[in-house]
């Protein structure tokens, strides 16, 4: 007997505008511990805002880098069978998913939430490459997780992501 498996193409859900706004903040913070820097060689200030600024700058670069990074990774399958779920390296048993997350969007947003975590996975987040059956595959989804009694949560991608 035949394994009922649907496979898609989907793609990352982090953008580039993401990598935009990490690139700007990192840029603020530059500026920061520039400013406390001048103040510190002038003899106003202490070295700790030195450090803290400098910190916070080289962390968001760090995820401006890696949104980058993943705002250009190629596109990857969804393997949709009976049994379970199977997404990039990761293969998730009915049982095993605590939640999944879908957006109000056009062609939204989705991500899984393994039992036993306590966010969601960034290579469990993804939205369908473009088209016009975004909607019958998103159903598809729903229909999956219903006959497996996991609770699909509807709400803004801002919340989980």
């Known amino acids: 007997m035949q394994e009922d498996k649907r ?13 935009v706004a990490c690139g ?12 406390h820097y001048q103040s ?4 106003w200030a202490g070295p700790e805002s030195i450090g803290f600024t400098s910190f916070m700058a080289l962390f ?15 596109a990857y399958m969804l393997h949709l069978g009976e049994k379970g779920i199977k997404l990039r390296r990761r293969e998730l048993l009915g049982d095993g998913i605590k ?5 109000w969007e056009d062609n939204p947003s989705i991500s899984i939430k393994p039992k036993g975590s306590l966010i969601v ?5 993804f939205r369908f490459q473009e088209g016009t059956e975004n909607e019958r595959r998103v159903s598809e989804l729903v229909n999956w997780a219903e006959s497996r009694k996991v609770p699909i949560i509807r709400r803004k991608a801002t919340r989980w992501v």
Not at 60 to 74: G, Y
């Open 7 to 19: 496979i898609y193409q989907v793609r990352s859900t982090q953008s580039r505008t993401l990598a």
């Open 24 to 35: 700007i903040q990192s840029g603020l913070w530059g500026t920061m511990a520039y400013g």
């Open 40 to 43: 510190w060689v002038g003899g």
């Open 60 to 74: 968001m670069l760090a995820f401006a880098i890696a949104a980058v990074w993943q705002s250009q990774r190629p």
């Open 99 to 103: 939640r999944i997350y879908i957006s």
């Open 121 to 125: 996975p960034n290579d469990l987040s």
